[in-house]
């Protein structure tokens, strides 16, 4: 979106709109993820739950933990997780900061959105249409608070 120009994540007024849109999209996806692998039993598998699967693998008599066959201090401990060619856990690159979008009237602005686009209705562009109309309404509901330019 940012390549594209749509979306420029130095102006508070697009931040607003994606955070208007896309949060509601993602917790109602999250939502929806737990609702399908809410634990349930599982037909093929004796009819356990994920959970009571976990269990009975931890506890099986095959499993080295169960047994205390691990070694205590293995070899290659200092590997464990390196990937030369993967980013070092001491940099900073996987840090999100999420800037907090304040505007004037933000609440007004944010209801007049809302009753005119659902940001949960189907999408074929992962949300970018919806994302584009809420900014667009957001901006045109700004231009009316603030009135014309004199």
């Given at each position: 979106?940012e390549?594209?120009?749509i979306?420029n994540?130095?102006?508070s007024m697009?931040l607003?709109?994606?955070?208007?849109?896309?949060?509601?999209r993602?917790?109602?996806?999250?939502?929806?993820?737990?609702?399908?692998?809410?634990?349930?039993?599982?037909?093929?598998?004796?009819?356990?739950?994920?959970?009571?699967?976990?269990?009975?693998?931890?506890?099986?008599?095959?499993?080295?933990?169960?047994?205390?066959?691990?070694?205590?201090?293995?070899?290659?401990?200092?590997?464990?997780?390196?990937?030369?060619?993967?980013?070092?856990?001491?940099?900073?690159?996987?840090?999100?900061?999420?800037?907090?979008?304040?505007?004037?009237?933000?609440?007004?602005?944010?209801?007049?959105?809302l009753?005119n686009?659902?940001?949960?209705?189907?999408?074929?562009?992962?949300?970018?249409?919806?994302?584009?109309?809420?900014?667009?309404?957001?901006e045109?509901?700004?231009?009316?608070?603030?009135?014309?330019?004199?």
């Amino acid at each position: 979106m940012e390549m594209s120009g749509i979306l420029n994540p130095e102006d508070s007024m697009h931040l607003f709109a994606l955070h208007l849109v896309y949060l509601l999209r993602i917790n109602h996806a999250l939502d929806e993820y737990k609702e399908a692998f809410d634990p349930h039993a599982v037909r093929t598998e004796n009819n356990w739950t994920p959970y009571q699967m976990w269990l009975n693998g931890m506890m099986h008599e095959r499993n080295p933990l169960v047994h205390s066959q691990l070694h205590d201090n293995p070899d290659d401990v200092e590997y464990y997780g390196y990937d030369p060619q993967g980013p070092s856990p001491l940099e900073d690159n996987g840090t999100v900061v999420v800037p907090v979008v304040m505007l004037d009237n933000n609440e007004e602005i944010r209801s007049f959105v809302l009753e005119n686009i659902n940001p949960l209705s189907p999408s074929h562009d992962m949300g970018v249409d919806i994302y584009v109309n809420a900014l667009q309404l957001a901006e045109s509901k700004i231009g009316e608070l603030n009135g014309p330019i004199v």
